[in-house]
């Protein structure tokens, strides 16, 4: 990824962790310009740039919780892998579910990586480092 503004996309109806997400990202050395979104509908409507999100920036990462209302991040995840013009949008599934199942299904959906929302701050501090670490230092692009 070249050394401009990385857009991140969070989705995730846990304010809690919404905050706490923030906060770590914060924390980053990296350029993140990070919008947050509570459902899948949003999510939606964010990548297609409809309605109050018409001049959002494309995300290059989506981290997406499963379990939103309206629409799931299963859903959500199935309709942006099936859709040509964002697909290629790599997806992270950030959850609290350690479920085979939704790891399983998750991947046959597309899923770039799945990871396991960890309890602790510190945890979840790792994880952050490690998705900056990995997604925005050593993960290659195609060029638009």
């Not at 050395?29 to 990548?47: A, E, R, W, Y």
Request: aromatic content about 6%; overall charge negative.
């Amino acid at each position: 990824m070249d050394t401009g503004q990385i857009n991140v996309l969070l989705a995730d109806d846990d304010e809690a962790d919404v905050e706490l997400m923030i906060d770590l990202f914060e924390e980053s050395k990296i350029k993140l310009n990070l919008s947050v979104v509570s459902d899948g509908v949003q999510v939606m409507n964010f990548v297609r740039k409809v309605d109050q999100y018409i001049d959002s920036s494309t995300p290059d990462l989506i981290l997406l919780d499963l379990n939103m209302p309206r629409k799931s991040g299963r859903e959500t995840l199935e309709e942006i892998k099936s859709d040509s013009k964002l697909r290629h949008i790599p997806v992270v599934i950030l959850t609290t579910s350690d479920s085979n199942i939704d790891i399983v299904k998750s991947y046959t959906s597309g899923a770039s990586c799945y990871i396991t929302k960890p309890v602790g701050l510190e945890q979840l501090r790792q994880v952050v480092s490690s998705i900056e670490n990995f997604w925005f230092s050593i993960v290659k692009y195609p060029q638009p």
